[in-house]
């Protein structure tokens, strides 16, 4: 019994880091803990949390996707070019782009699921084609003015919080029902175990990467939406390096990277601690090139510990 | 302290997350002697074994190496004392010589380079004490899996093993090769190293060892002299009950006009022209050697390979699956040779091991009915007699008999007809072969069809009603249950059809 609740401590060991984190900020900065502080973290946060949802689907069948920072991107100049050189409403617009950044998903399932090219080349590939394709369709130029209204998505509030913030933890609660009460859950979890007996369990494992690499790229597409709204102009570079970042979060939310392995719930308090991090640094004044140094550091340590904790259960 | 043993385990208890795996072993062992190790799947050998090269931490006891007494083991500390260990998989380098392995790790440098002229001299000594005819340059990879077996054995002699553990040693290995291993074991012995020798095959054990330790379910059970023993007390002391009849016998349940599934013609994935007729209640064995197309065959009716012509009817109509998802709709199941590697999902639980197939058909909107899934589990757990604390237990943690009977709860779960049983009992001890085997005549009585493929012969023979016997993808014949006879079977294996086009 003893084991049981260690092994409880265990699989919440990173909610005390996170808690180790917060107290630690707060005595190096008191206005850290201000509510506009945490309300500012919870919003820039809101934008990896919702891309990790689909990022901790496709780590969960040991697969990774590299093109979500650029599905970022160009969701940011598509739904700003729709609205304000195309003409569309806002409605149609950002229904349009998130279909797009799902049909990027779609494609990255072809490549991984039906042609067979590793999932970090094929995202990687797919994430330099979209990259130029933002360049292309902006011009490397930011687009601008859109309607009053569209700012509500990111930077609205419904009392006290923040509408990102909402749409957050809505995708979250999306993302736990999948993986948990749903069928598809189970089959990540034994597609991302062992492909191929899940493939004579009776697994279509070709349709279960397709759906989830379009997960991945529908809620890269909402974190798209919600940062145009959030900075209310286009970037060509909006969602550089974005990928990382997620990817960040979710591993240090303890996916493991070998597939099979992970909770959505903890996954949140990955999401969390980067938030966090990048904002106790901000406020104490750490340049923006140690920022990377750090984050780098963290996301070892996150595999890192990953690694070592399945070392130990090999004994 | 007491020179007597080179080796001493006292009291060793093994605990894991829910499952005692050693309870309060103790065991010994004389400088020079050959000690068998038996017992069933998990009854604790392997972790046994483990605790002595330092893999395992035992969770209490004492092991004493020459009177010098640990708590635990590391591999370090396990080299320095001189136990060695022998594994089921080999640690080479197959890409390197004979010689370069026998140094891996430690090679005999010159400064910065390495010696390659001193290694291959020394691991001609070394080869040369051990009677082992290998030249040292050969690569490993380039040898038969026997003479890998033997640089291994020369590795550990080497590094001045006093106690030599091996596991399954003869599993990989052909008679012939089984023969030169006893000779070195023998040789060994006689140089005062004592061996550890654990095997399935009791004829190996009654054949090489002085003594003989025998542990049931984690505990240590007892230690009988080889020559005053004979197989029905090993096997009484292994599971705990006589072995009156290795087959149960089934009462005639074949529907002789109802035919399940039929193949005509069929070609593909190596296998040609096979034609083939399977009757409803009955086991039709399909015997040959490994690599004869059995496996291939099934592949293709689980629609896991592609049929490039010929028919596969099911219930009389022509069926054509494409991917395992439609054969296991249509009534079609395989359990599969490697029950680890194709069979269970091992980091998954016992209950969705055994919901697998069936969550779309249990969901509504997607949603699992946790009720029905809980239920499903409970009753093919108690039907199949799967031994586990709960149904949250990883199937990692469960024995090779019981992860084989989760595999085939997960299969009557989604209701299947015709199950595929390739190589059923492969790694699997005595009791819970025969709980298999009754399994399956339980199966065949409640109006399931059984297509077994076995290469073990006994096992062919014993369980099927009529077996037909492949070789090189063809079918070379067919025996009726009155002519089953090992030679027969053989002899079909062995021949090729000459076929007049």
Known sequence: MKSTVMNTIKSKAIWFVLAFLFIGFTIANPRFISTKNLFTIARQVSMYGIAAVGMTFVILIAGIDLSAGSVITLVNIVCAYLMVKAGFGMATAVILSVLMATLIGVLNGFFVSTIGIPAIIATFASQIIFEGAAYLISGGIPIYGFDERFKVIGQGFIGPVPVPVIIMIICFGIGSFILNKSYFGRNFYAVGGNEEAAKLSGIQVGRIKYMIYSLSGFFAGLAGIVMLSRTNSAQPTAGSGYEFDVITCVVLGGVSVAGGHGFMSNVVAGVMIIGCLTNGMILMNVSSYTQMIVKGLVLLFAVGFDCLQKRKSHY | ?501
């Open chain 2, 1 to 501: 302290m007491n020179e007597e043993y080179v080796l001493q385990l006292q009291h060793i208890r093994k605990e894991y997350p829910g499952v005692i795996a050693l309870k309060d072993v103790s065991i010994e062992v004389k400088p020079g002697e050959i000690l068998g190790l038996i017992g069933e799947n998990g009854a604790g050998k392997s972790t046994l074994i483990k605790c002595c090269s330092g893999a395992v931490i035992p969770t209490s006891g004492k092991i004493l190496v020459n009177g010098k007494e640990f708590t635990s083991m590391t591999p370090q500390l396990a080299a320095e004392n001189g136990i060695a260990i022998i594994y089921q998989e080999f640690n080479n380098v197959k890409g390197l010589s004979a010689a370069e392995n026998l140094f891996l790790g430690n090679p005999i440098r010159n400064g910065i380079i390495v010696d390659q002229k001193a290694m291959e001299k020394k691991a001609k000594e070394v080869f040369a004490q051990l009677n082992i005819n290998i030249n040292p340059k050969t690569l490993v990879g380039d040898l038969t899996v026997g003479y890998q077996q033997m640089v291994e054995i020369a590795k550990a002699i080497k590094q001045d093993a006093k106690v030599l553990i091996m596991d399954e040693p003869s599993a990989p290995l052909t008679s012939a090769e089984v023969e030169s291993m006893f000779k070195i074991c023998r040789l060994l012995q006689s140089k005062g190293v004592s061996i550890i020798y654990i095997s399935h095959r009791l004829e190996e054990i009654f054949e090489l060892t002085s003594r003989i330790v025998i542990l049931r379910d984690g505990d240590y059970i007892t230690t009988l002299e080889t020559d005053k023993s004979n197989v029905n007390e090993l096997i009484r002391h292994m599971v705990g009950r006589d072995l009156t009849e290795s087959f149960p016998p089934r009462k005639d349940c074949i529907e002789k006009d109802h035919v399940i599934l039929e193949l005509r013609n069929l070609t593909g994935n190596g296998d040609q022209n096979i034609d083939l007729k399977l009757r409803k209640g009955e086991i039709l064995g399909l015997g040959g050697l490994v690599g004869a197309g059995r496996t291939e065959l099934a592949q293709m009716i689980f629609g896991c390979a592609a049929v490039e012509s010929g028919k596969i009817l099911f219930h009389g109509k022509e069926i054509l699956p494409k991917t395992p998802r439609e054969a296991i709709d249509l009534g079609i199941a395989l359990v599969p040779e490697d029950r680890k590697r194709h069979g269970a999902l091992l980091e998954m639980c016992v209950k969705n091991n055994i919901n697998m197939p069936i969550y779309p058909r249990i969901s509504k909107f997607s949603v699992i009915d946790s009720k029905t899934e809980k239920k499903t589990a409970e009753k093919y757990k108690d039907d199949l007699r799967i031994k586990t604390p709960t149904l949250d237990q990883q199937v990692k943690n469960l024995s090779g008999g019981n992860q084989q009977k989760v595999i085939l709860g997960k299969w009557l779960a989604a209701n299947s007809e015709l199950i595929i049983f390739d190589e059923p009992t492969r790694g699997i001890d005595v009791g819970a072969k025969f709980e298999i085997y009754k399994l399956m005549n339980d199966l065949v009585e409640s109006g399931k069809t059984i297509l077994l493929i076995s290469s073990e012969l006994e096992e062919l023979m014993g369980m099927s009603d009529r077996i037909v016997v492949l070789s090189q993808g063809k079918i070379t014949g067919e025996l009726q249950k009155e002519e089953f006879a090992q030679d027969a079977i053989m002899k079909l294996a062995f021949s090729v059809k000459e076929e007049v086009e």
